[in-house]
């Protein structure tokens, strides 16, 4: 992600935030102004850049959606209790697999899957309410 100067605008944040904090500017039409920090969760040991203030519109940015398997009951199948845990549980147990890896960018393809339209397990508000 190039800001209009062409600076690598996430690279820049990430470095704010190692160095315990800080602010990185950046370019959208107008010089703005982003805050970066580094976390750790509690869960897994997982650290994270937490960033405040960035807006910016990267309709060209990748995104990694991982091919996962198709759950015995499709998102498209869910219309009551029964099928709603049978699928909640095959995503849920996609995800916890993924996230037991503590790959990153794993973890979020596999949120990507889930949430995107015209696969068999996405493209609806049910995934996306189970992933939260």
């Known amino acids: 992600m190039r800001d209009d100067r062409g600076v690598e605008v996430a690279r820049k944040m990430m470095e704010a935030g190692e160095n315990n904090g800080g602010f990185a500017d950046y ?3 107008t010089l703005k102004m982003a805050n970066s920090t580094k ?5 897994g040991n997982i650290s994270a850049h937490l960033v405040g203030g960035y ?5 060209s940015a990748p995104v990694a959606v991982m091919d996962i398997p198709a759950p015995a009951v499709m998102v498209s ?13 095959a ?13 990153q960018w794993d973890i979020m393809s596999v ?4 949430r995107e339209k015209g696969r068999p397990c996405g493209g609806s508000e049910v995934p996306a309410l189970l992933l939260r």
């Not at 949120?111 to 889930?114: D, Q, Y």
């Open 27 to 29: 370019v959208d039409g």
């Open 39 to 43: 976390i750790l969760t509690e869960a």
């Open 55 to 59: 807006s910016e519109d990267l309709p």
């Open 77 to 89: 199948e869910v219309v009551g209790n029964e099928t709603l845990v049978t699928f909640g549980e």
């Open 91 to 103: 995503a849920a147990d996609a995800y916890r697999r993924t996230y037991e890896s503590n790959n």
């Open 111 to 114: 949120r990507n899957a889930v």
